[in-house]
């Protein structure tokens, strides 16, 4: 055993005794929550779902302890409608949320909407948020205005322009090193549980990375055998651990509902600065499922321990789930897309189980359906430059006829039992043609600036295009002349 994985082993061993070192009493009062969001993390990434090559033996220990969920999805296959879906229990689309918000975007998440920190706050508790935000850059669609006592972070995705830190309400207008951002997110955790420890709290942390571009601090880099991407997840795993640390320090550990998890699959079109799918059919941006389901694990004090839940559970969930924990209220003003699974932390199940939809990348509708073990896919097909575009960027499915998949026997959607299961499929399709009625309750986002007002420039764009050409003839010109005369030169060597 090389030197890496002795020390893999020896993470893991002091990760686990830090959990079962804890007795799993009963819990007192309301739980803690903190929820811990990766960015395109692939399902293949994580030791306790086959990773190999990466290990994460603090993550690992709190599924030992507590849940690996097989069968988890984010609330769509891209960042913000995503964390909206996981901070709102709805469907983006009902937000008008239809894709990425980009830096320039003069929208956000609506204000009408009730978060999972708003929603707490009524029961008194202290609502932070550590990392990416992504759900507008105004200030009125700001964390602070969206139920967030407490924001140390970043507006928006790492690879964006004005990338600057805040502190609350305050922008620090300094470069951000990007090695030292997952210690600084974690220390800012860290900080928050320490200022917090004595009344309930929900505390979001939301980590830019492994988004591209990746990068990992020098205690980090070299410590996988799956390069850089590989030591930024281990830097996350390293990141959770100081967490859980933090917790067990407090004496709250046992009263805190920990969950981990990702926004969506992984960047597939970054090579090796993109994760893997761990068997799963493509990635980020579509509608097969290594774009929505995502490695998750839980721990609950005083819950079951050791368990794997197969069921399908989603993003969505988590608001009533964690209403149901806490005591809050659900919002009873609007439809709730998700349900209550804290039967799952008891052992009891989450319930009866209902459709899960696969939104494409602009929510123009719904692509899949999965209920139970069942999934349909729509038929799908380009004309020939989108395919070619689609092919290369893989924003979008390749061509293909409708697909019916058993994903307990056929997690990676190879096999097509269309035909041998026409009524489930019959079934299945309702379900999608009655969920396509779901449209924007408030008009659609503006997800990127419009264009500047070039009204006048008429003359100046006509005069640009003049000498362009004329510079462009003047080099075929050249390239031409060029051309002649090498081959006149050639002739006479040959005479």
Same mark, same amino acid.
């Given at each position: 055993?090389?030197?890496?994985?002795?020390?893999?082993? +020896?993470?893991?061993?002091?990760?686990?005794?830090?959990? *079962?070192?804890?007795?799993?009493?009963?819990?007192?009062?309301?739980?803690?929550?903190?929820?811990?969001?990766?960015?395109?993390?692939?399902?293949?990434?994580?030791?306790?779902?086959?990773?190999?090559?990466?290990?994460?033996?603090?993550?690992?220990?709190?599924?030992?302890?507590?849940?690996?969920?097989?069968?988890?999805?984010?609330?769509?296959?891209? +960042?913000?409608?995503?964390?909206?879906?996981? %901070?709102?229990?709805?469907?983006?689309?009902?937000?008008?949320?239809?894709?990425?918000?980009?830096?320039?975007?003069?929208?956000?998440?609506?204000?009408?909407?009730?978060?999972?920190?708003?929603? %707490?706050?009524?029961?008194?508790?202290? !609502?932070?948020? @550590?990392?990416?935000?992504?759900?507008?850059?105004?200030?009125?669609?700001?964390?602070?205005?969206?139920?967030?006592?407490?924001?140390?972070?970043? =507006? &928006?995705?790492?690879?964006?322009?004005?990338?600057?830190?805040?502190?609350?309400?305050?922008?620090?207008?300094?470069?951000?090193?990007?090695?030292?951002?997952?210690?600084?997110? !974690?220390?800012?955790?860290?900080?928050?549980?320490?200022?917090?420890?004595?009344?309930?709290?929900?505390?979001? *942390?939301?980590?830019?990375?492994?988004?591209?571009?990746?990068?990992?601090?020098?205690?980090?880099?070299?410590?996988?055998?799956?390069?850089? &991407?590989?030591?930024?997840?281990?830097?996350?795993?390293?990141?959770?651990?100081?967490? @859980?640390?933090?917790?067990?320090?407090?004496?709250?550990?046992?009263?805190?509902?920990?969950?981990?998890?990702?926004? #969506?699959?992984?960047?597939?079109?970054?090579?090796?600065?993109?994760?893997?799918?761990?068997?799963?059919?493509?990635?980020?941006?579509?509608?097969?499922?290594?774009?929505?389901? @995502? =490695?998750?694990?839980?721990?609950?004090?005083?819950?079951?321990?050791?368990?794997?839940?197969?069921?399908?559970?989603?993003? /969505?969930?988590?608001?009533?789930?964690?209403?149901?924990?806490?005591?809050?209220?659900?919002?009873?003003?609007?439809?709730?897309?998700?349900?209550?699974?804290?039967?799952?932390?008891?052992?009891?199940?989450?319930?009866?189980?209902?459709?899960?939809?696969?939104?494409?990348?602009?929510?123009?509708?719904?692509?899949?359906?999965?209920?139970?073990?069942?999934?349909?896919?729509?038929?799908?097909?380009?004309?020939?430059?989108?395919?070619?575009?689609?092919?290369?960027?893989?924003?979008?499915?390749?061509?293909?006829?409708?697909?019916?998949?058993?994903?307990?026997?056929?997690?990676?959607?190879?096999? #097509?039992?269309?035909?041998?299961?026409?009524?489930?499929?019959?079934?299945?399709?309702?379900?999608?043609?009655?969920?396509?009625?779901?449209?924007?309750? &408030?008009?659609?986002?503006?997800?990127?600036?419009?264009?500047?007002?070039?009204?006048? &420039?008429?003359?100046?764009?006509?005069?640009?295009?003049?000498?362009?050409? *004329?510079?462009?003839?003047?080099?075929?010109?050249? /390239?031409?002349?060029?051309?002649?005369?090498?081959?006149?030169? @050639?002739?006479?060597?040959?005479?």
């Amino acid at each position: 055993m090389n030197f890496r994985n002795w020390a893999a082993l +020896c993470g893991f061993v002091c990760a686990w005794g830090t959990l *079962v070192a804890l007795p799993a009493s009963a819990r007192e009062g309301k739980p803690n929550i903190v929820i811990i969001l990766a960015d395109d993390l692939g399902y293949g990434d994580i030791g306790a779902f086959g990773a190999s090559d990466i290990a994460t033996p603090h993550i690992d220990s709190l599924a030992m302890r507590g849940i690996r969920f097989t069968d988890f999805y984010a609330g769509h296959n891209v +960042c913000s409608p995503s964390r909206a879906a996981l %901070l709102t229990g709805r469907h983006s689309k009902r937000m008008g949320i239809s894709h990425v918000f980009q830096a320039d975007s003069p929208d956000g998440m609506p204000l009408e909407e009730t978060t999972i920190a708003e929603m %707490l706050k009524e029961e008194g508790y202290a !609502t932070g948020l @550590v990392g990416k935000w992504h759900l507008g850059s105004q200030d009125r669609y700001m964390p602070w205005n969206q139920g967030f006592d407490s924001f140390q972070g970043v =507006p &928006y995705s790492n690879d964006m322009g004005n990338f600057f830190w805040y502190d609350e309400q305050d922008v620090i207008y300094e470069p951000i090193d990007q090695a030292y951002l997952t210690q600084r997110y !974690t220390q800012k955790a860290v900080d928050f549980i320490g200022a917090n420890k004595e009344d309930p709290f929900f505390l979001y *942390v939301a980590h830019s990375m492994p988004h591209v571009p990746i990068y990992a601090s020098p205690d980090f880099l070299g410590s996988s055998e799956r390069g850089l &991407y590989g030591d930024v997840v281990q830097e996350l795993d390293w990141s959770v651990g100081e967490v @859980v640390a933090a917790l067990e320090d407090a004496g709250i550990l046992e009263n805190t509902l920990i969950l981990f998890t990702s926004d #969506n699959g992984p960047w597939l079109p970054m090579g090796s600065h993109g994760g893997a799918t761990g068997g799963l059919r493509d990635g980020k941006g579509t509608t097969f499922d290594g774009g929505h389901k @995502v =490695p998750t694990v839980a721990y609950l004090g005083g819950g079951v321990s050791g368990v794997t839940v197969t069921e399908p559970i989603s993003m /969505l969930d988590l608001l009533p789930t964690i209403a149901a924990l806490s005591g809050a209220a659900v919002p009873d003003d609007r439809p709730i897309d998700g349900r209550d699974v804290s039967g799952v932390f008891t052992g009891d199940g989450g319930g009866a189980p209902i459709p899960y939809f696969y939104y494409e990348a602009f929510n123009s509708q719904i692509d899949a359906v999965r209920l139970g073990k069942w999934k349909l896919k729509r038929e799908k097909s380009f004309w020939i430059p989108d395919l070619i575009i689609s092919t290369i960027l893989r924003w979008g499915e390749f061509n293909h006829g409708e697909f019916l998949f058993n994903l307990e026997s056929d997690p990676g959607e190879a096999n #097509n039992l269309i035909d041998e299961n026409p009524q489930v499929a019959e079934r299945l399709h309702a379900l999608m043609v009655e969920a396509d009625a779901i449209g924007a309750e &408030y008009r659609m986002r503006v997800m990127t600036g419009t264009g500047a007002d070039r009204a006048g &420039y008429e003359r100046l764009l006509i005069s640009l295009a003049v000498v362009g050409f *004329v510079l462009l003839a003047l080099v075929l010109g050249l /390239l031409y002349g060029l051309w002649r005369g090498a081959k006149a030169t @050639v002739s006479r060597f040959r005479t």
